[in-house]
């Protein structure tokens, strides 16, 4: 049987509306509760006010280095990582949905050839990692995207989201809760040893009308939230694995009894 919240306000919508509301009344004592289907900050904080300013700062920032020459200061060619720019929010995160989202978009793309399908194992609630699912997404978008573009007609693309315990990864206390890996397997020819130390510099491709970001951007993204690459590749195919520390100790969602004057319900 459900439980019924006692509660004097009921805001729907985390936006900076609902936020500020919600922060406002609980300020005063009164208990609220807050109710958000998508992301928390709605507009402002994902998409609107929040990450168009920090590109607009980060873009003064390229501005003021390339015109301090005239003041005698030479500072050279400002390089710019967009991934860097965007790692504004720090949410749990659940890998199953990251890794979902980011399969149906590749299935979708004009570049899957005939007959390729992608394979996805990944358990949902129970990979959670700290860190902001937008970049996320991309990092495992452009993996997906690699592989499918190197692939074989009718051949298939497995994604598989499995745990790494901490023994497995002797690399320091980052990893203290273990990892969580995302490992992307293609059938494609594999990557000549030859290349391999310039895949994830900016603009290296191989491709004809490739841009050569593709890498650039997982490795950012993945460094950005603390998190390791790995390639092993063959004349059998490619598999690119990223391991990102995982949070175990969570509260998703506060039990009803234990409400406070202001409480969140995503
Ligand atoms: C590119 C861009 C730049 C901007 N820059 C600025 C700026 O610099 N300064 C400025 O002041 N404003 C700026 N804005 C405008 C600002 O983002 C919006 O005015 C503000 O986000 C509106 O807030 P809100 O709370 O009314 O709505 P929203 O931010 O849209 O929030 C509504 C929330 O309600 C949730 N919701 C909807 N229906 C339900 C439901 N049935 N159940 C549960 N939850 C629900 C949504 O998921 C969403 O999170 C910008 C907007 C954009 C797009
Ligand atoms: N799964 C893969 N199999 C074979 N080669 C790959 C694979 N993934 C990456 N590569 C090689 O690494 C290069 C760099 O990849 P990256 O994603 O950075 O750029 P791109 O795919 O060429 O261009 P884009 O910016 O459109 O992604 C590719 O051009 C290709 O040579
Ligand atoms: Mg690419």
Redesign the pocket.
Known sequence: MPEILETDICV???????LSVAAAAAGFGVPVVL?????MG???LN???VP??ALIAAARRAADFATSAEFGVSAGKPTIDFARVRVARREQIDVAEVVAGAVRLALAHPDRPEGVSVSCVAKEGEFIVEGDDDLLHRAVFNLLLNALQASPEGSEVQLEVTAARPDQLDFGPTFAEGGVAISVLDAGPGILPSIRDRLFDPFFTTKQGGSGLGLAVVHRAIDAHRGLVFLDSGSAGTRFTVVLPRLSHLVRRLPVGSLSPATVLT
Do not use: M, N, R, T
Request: aromatic content about 4%; overall charge positive; hydrophobic content about 15%.
């Open positions: 729907i919508g985390a936006g900076s509306g609902g109710i958000e289907k998508g992301k709605g507009d402002c998409y609107g006010c168009s300013k």
